[in-house]
């Protein structure tokens, strides 16, 4: 079945640094992968979507890239804030019409 | 942007009672919504998928006897948690989308908050 590993449980960066979070699956590649954040007690916030077959998208201060040779998904804020701090959720999507399946999240915390 | 909304926010119940929760699709319309469970520190688990006017499809290990699915419009979708237990305690969280024709995006409502006595 799929997995999908974000492989840090949670990151601590100092205020004005890039935090940089990974998302990794095993098996075929989605043909969209998704990135939600999400703060305590309550639902995700959508934040960026990017297609199988694109390389890099970006949003004001987040940047998402997609490698699907290393099954593999990059996740930068820039010149981040405190207000970042936050749960970000990897997602993955086979179609348009079928489930998401959620990563177990990287808890982000920014100190000042 | 798209507004997904829940009802109620949290609730506290007797074991053996039956909760309803309300998902609502506020500016658009969604032919399907979904229902997610979280548990503290973990993320969210599928419990359903709902499409309106039809029966809603099951993730394995989900009880479709305990967790009534009702999806009667295109911006309401309802899950009733019957004769609850503490273990049923828990973050259900609904999505709806996408919005036809614009993309691939899922919108989440807050969450509700339900705990079992």
């Known amino acids: 079945s799929q997995k999908i590993e974000q492989n840090s449980e949670a990151l601590n960066i100092q205020e004005g640094k890039t935090a940089t979070l990974t998302c990794n699956y095993t098996?075929?590649?989605?043909?969209?992968l998704q990135w939600y954040r999400q703060d305590p007690g309550r639902g995700p916030v959508f934040l960026l979507l990017i297609r199988e077959n694109e390389k890099e998208k970006r949003k004001e201060r987040l940047k998402v890239t997609f490698d699907t040779t290393l099954k593999q998904s990059l996740f930068h804020i820039t010149a981040s804030q405190p207000a970042d701090s936050a749960t970000y959720l990897c997602a993955l999507k086979y179609s348009s019409a079928s489930k998401i399946i959620f990563g177990s999240g990287t808890r982000l915390s920014i100190r000042p | 942007g798209a507004v997904v909304s829940q009802h109620p926010s949290w609730v506290i119940c007797k074991s053996g009672t039956s909760v309803k929760i309300e998902c609502r699709s506020l500016?658009?319309?969604?032919?399907?919504m979904f229902w997610y469970r979280q548990f503290p520190k973990q993320s969210l688990m599928l419990m359903a998928t709902s499409n309106e006017g039809s029966k809603a499809t099951y993730e394995q290990g989900v009880e479709k006897d305990k967790f009534l699915i009702n999806h009667a419009s295109l911006t309401l979708s309802t899950l009733t948690v019957t004769s609850a237990h503490p273990e049923d305690s828990s973050f259900y969280i609904c999505s709806a989308g996408p919005e036809t024709g614009k993309g691939e995006t899922q919108y989440f409502g807050p969450g509700t908050r339900l705990l079992v006595l």
């Open positions: 098996n075929y590649s989605p043909a969209y």
């Open positions: 500016d658009f319309q969604a032919t399907t």
